[in-house]
């Protein structure tokens, strides 16, 4: 079974641009994560969606946004993009929304704002 | 707030030395837990998980977690450590709701032959 899949695997963009990731879950995973990771801060969710709704969203600005399509797979979208944007992204599939999930991730997008 | 807290930022022993790495977190209901590690170059593998039952977890690689319901800890063990576990390791909880995974900010582990 194929795991999670994010593409680009590595991003450079300058200030101000917008920039879209995409991950595809695992085959059968409907609910896909968002999360920033960077040295110091860890992991921070950015948000979750399943079925093609969002359904929790973490502590970031409207600049940050995603989205399901019917397939599962997902697209989150950055605009006007600051350097403090930089940093690895990654997604998170699993199953569905019950309580005992165990996420699994993909190997992120790298992000440099220069 | 829900939060998770490892106090370990950055660890290093040497092959064949015992590993604890701590993990703390605050919420007063029923939590999931998790230990991710994250190796160079590579994404995050899930090492262990407890839902309920036996508070002591077995996972791969020979590691181990303890949850303390009244410490509200689940700190990860491993008896004796080698050069291959040199990663990053996450501790993270999952609400009993479902809400959202949180997770710590990383205990950087460096094992030196």
């Known amino acids: 079974k194929a795991g999670v899949t994010q593409t680009p695997r590595y991003l450079i963009k300058t200030r101000g641009q917008q920039v879209t990731l995409s991950c595809s879950p695992i085959?059968?995973?409907?609910?896909v994560s968002w999360y920033q990771q960077t040295p110091g801060q860890g992991l921070q969710f950015l948000f979750e969606?399943?079925?093609?709704?969002?359904?929790n969203k973490g502590n970031f600005p409207g600049r940050f946004s995603g989205r399901q399509f019917s397939n599962s797979r997902s697209e989150m979208n950055v605009s006007t993009l600051e350097l403090g944007d930089s940093a690895l992204y990654l997604c998170?599939?699993?199953?569905?929304?019950?309580?005992?999930?165990?996420?699994?991730f993909g190997p992120g997008t790298r992000l440099t704002v220069l | 707030a829900q939060s998770v807290s490892q106090h370990n930022h950055h660890v290093i022993l040497s092959e064949a030395a015992s590993l604890e790495l701590g993990c703390n977190y605050s919420?007063?209901?029923?939590?999931?837990l998790f230990w991710y590690v994250q190796y160079p170059g590579q994404h995050l593998q899930l090492l262990l998980k407890?839902?309920?039952?036996?508070?002591l977890v077995k996972g791969i690689k020979g590691f181990e977690a303890e949850f303390i319901k009244s410490k509200f800890s689940f700190n990860l063990r491993k008896p004796s450590v080698q050069w291959s576990d040199t990663a990053e390791y996450f501790c993270?909880?999952?609400?009993?709701?479902?809400?959202?995974?949180?997770f710590g900010t990383g205990t950087s582990l460096t094992v030196i032959p």
């Open positions: 998170a599939s699993s199953l569905a929304l019950t309580s005992r999930r165990s996420p699994f």
């Open positions: 085959s059968g995973h409907r609910s």
């Open positions: 993270a909880i999952d609400l009993s709701t479902g809400n959202q995974f949180y």
């Open positions: 407890y839902f309920s039952g036996d508070p």
């Open positions: 969606y399943f079925s093609e709704t969002q359904r």
């Open positions: 919420y007063g209901g029923t939590v999931n």
